[in-house]
């Protein structure tokens, strides 16, 4: 049934564009449906969120996620250097406490429980937001530090309109970006295109060794090539259709650390993503069908003759209704089921998990403008497993026309994944899911888009704190006196941190100055003694900084702008005992963008010079992080309606 349905959305989409692309410039242009798809938009009240400005995606769109993350956000990227795997920590959580969703679908490996951000292409996302806090009642397991939402918009230009890059660096990386879109009023469709070749050859200073001596990385090199098409369509008033599909090869030399530098090895990636969404709309209900089909396969080799190979295979069908009976109240339940099958040489056999959920949520705005009141549940079911009902409540206070109070408390869970259950030698299939409460209380000033005011300093200032219980964490622990680790439930954490953002800019005719500074404060520790006299009790987790700050400034003259954004990181611990640690450090980037826009036509330049002040540092122990090196793109634009 499942493949069945995913042949039926190739199918559609494959004549679609044919079939709407000879209609008549004559069409009837039907009353527009006007509705927000997105479930963290409307029932995220009382979360902290954010979303990266649109000009940024666009002077971006030849990074990779996880830069981008690193240098907009409040998220910890943990990096092992240009082109290999940066993950995410968020508020003091691991990777897989992070849900990665794309278009409403999780894009977390079930093997693992994490994605890796130097493989998300940039390009392929129209908005990108992270929702700070607790919210496994929206979206199940793993969203227990926040979410990342990657999203695509229907093409609004209509006529057809196109996009090429080329960019290149000094580290030896090469590539090229399509992007191509046509549109009417009742059917859009978009095709992304990019291809990479990065020698990733880069000097970096080795401050494991006296006096930090500079060195070259020569066995990093990546290769990526990805393709991502999307077609939207309406049928009537009623109807409408998203249909995606994103295919992604990926070949990477993984470098040794520089503690075991003889090591070298080699990892392929291969995915394809299929989704599909239909919407129906009626007075005052919107009903929403989806389904999704994701395939991954990594091939891995090293010089010790080690190969490892593995798959794994995610389906999701949802269904899910709106119902807003009257103004100010909105109602959204749902289910959700998923079928993941998995195999690696590590396993004994082909394993897998089915789950069933049904969540619901409810908002209404008690005092019109004012104060929004959220409450959603979950319930998910998995064979063998008791996973608790997750709960979230959230509210929204506007206490003054520019001052508003936000909080937000629920309870999150993230299940094992299949390599903490099924790894040989070491999975434990008794593991637990990890669970605990969350919550959230922020205080939020801010003013109009300030176009019209020469000088606002404090244009936006928000300022609030958390706090994270988690029973059951997962933890690799060696068994006795042997060489195998295996995975236990033998930790509780408690995670707890401010954090705080300013914005403002300047304005005088066609001069513009904007900035905005950050600050996070975390402190995650152990609370539980995994062993007698257990050295990690109370401690800082390794590789959560206590203290974060970055800042973000761009000045602006009509086409040109020049952009500096700095980030600042206090020490890592990397043990859990806390008596080793990577110093703290601060590293810059600055850019220079210019865009000018003709009749129908546009050019682009962008240069942008990273690590400025060439800093040396390591973000994780013994994975060097390059020295000064620059980047330089070229782009034209072209649209004929």
């Known amino acids: 049934m499942h493949k069945l349905l995913i042949g039926l959305l190739v199918f559609v989409q494959s004549i679609s564009f044919t079939a709407f692309a000879e209609m008549p410039d004559t069409l009837i242009t039907l009353t527009e449906v ?28 030849h990074q990779h996620l996880g830069y981008l993350l690193g240098q907009h956000s409040g998220i910890f990227i943990k990096s092992y250097g240009p082109g290999i795997l940066a993950s995410t920590s968020l508020r003091g959580g691991q990777p897989g406490q992070t849900a990665l969703m794309w278009n409403g679908f999780s894009l977390q490996s079930p093997m693992n429980g994490q994605a890796d951000l130097a493989l998300m292409p940039v390009l392929f996302a129209d908005e990108i937001q992270v929702q700070y806090g607790g919210g496994s009642a929206l979206w199940g397991s793993g969203a227990m530090g926040g979410a990342i939402f990657i999203n695509n918009h229907r093409n609004r230009q209509l006529g057809f309109s196109a996009e090429a890059r080329i960019n290149t660096a000094s580290i030896g990386d090469f590539g090229q970006s399509l992007k191509i879109s046509y549109g009417l009023e009742n059917f859009s469709t978009t095709l992304r295109f990019f291809n990479r070749n990065n020698s990733n050859n880069y000097r970096f200073a080795d401050i494991t060794q006296p006096d930090s001596p500079i060195e070259e990385q020569l066995l990093a090199g990546i290769k990526q090539t990805g393709i991502l098409h999307e077609t939207w369509f309406k049928l009537g008033n009623n109807h409408q259709f ?191 899911p990890e669970q605990g409460w969350s919550g959230d209380l922020r205080l939020e000033r801010k003013l109009s888009d300030g176009k019209n005011n020469n000088f606002s300093p404090f244009q936006e200032i928000s ?147 990273e690590n400025i002040w060439n800093t040396r540092y390591q973000i994780m122990a013994n994975r060097p992080m390059p020295l000064r090196f620059v980047r330089a793109g070229v782009s034209f634009s072209f649209h004929q309606k």
């Open 34 to 61: 006007s509705v927000s798809a997105r479930r963290q938009h409307d029932f995220g009240a009382g979360h902290n969120s954010s979303t990266i400005d649109s000009t940024i995606l666009q002077q971006q769109s």
């Open 242 to 432: 998203d249909l995606r599909w994103w295919w992604q090869n990926n070949d990477r030399d993984i470098p040794p650390s520089l503690d075991f530098n003889f090591y070298e090895s080699r990892q392929k990636d291969h995915s394809l993503r299929l989704s599909g969404q239909w919407q129906m709309s009626l007075p005052n209900v919107l009903f929403f069908l989806r389904g999704a089909r994701f395939e991954d396969n990594l091939d891995y080799t090293d010089n010790f003759d080690y190969v490892g190979n593995s798959y794994f295979t995610t389906i999701t069908s949802e269904a899910e209704a709106r119902w807003n009976p009257r103004k100010g109240i909105i109602i959204n339940g749902g289910v959700n089921v998923q079928d993941i099958t998995a195999k690696a040489d590590e396993y004994e056999q082909k394993e897998g998990r089915r789950s069933l959920a049904l969540f619901a949520s409810a908002k209404w705005e008690a005092i019109e403008e004012s104060l929004e009141l959220v409450v959603s549940g979950r319930q998910e079911l998995v064979k063998d497993y008791e996973i608790p009902f997750a709960p979230a409540l959230g509210f929204s206070w506007k206490v003054a026309p520019k001052v508003a109070i936000k909080g937000n408390a629920g309870y999150s869970y993230l299940l094992p994944s299949l390599n903490d259950l099924y790894w040989n030698p070491g999975g434990n299939p008794d593991l637990k």
């Open 463 to 609: 300022i609030g704190g958390y706090n994270r219980n988690i029973k059951n964490w997962i933890i690799w622990m060696p068994q006795g006196d042997s060489w195998i680790w295996m995975p236990e439930n033998r930790a509780e954490v408690r995670s707890y941190g401010l954090e705080s953002r300013l914005g403002g800019h300047w304005q005088q005719g066609h001069n513009r100055v904007q900035w905005r500074v950050r600050y996070d404060h975390t402190i995650a520790r152990n609370t539980k003694a995994t062993a007698d006299d257990d050295p990690s009790l109370d401690k800082q987790l390794i590789y959560v900084p206590r203290n974060r700050a970055g800042l973000n400034l761009a000045f602006i003259h009509k086409s040109l702008s020049l952009t500096y954004d700095h980030e600042i990181s206090g020490k890592r611990f990397t043990n859990s005992d806390n008596s080793e640690s990577l110093p703290a450090y601060h590293s810059a980037d600055a850019g220079l963008h210019w865009h000018r826009r003709f009749s129908n036509y546009g050019l682009g330049f962008n240069l942008t010079v």
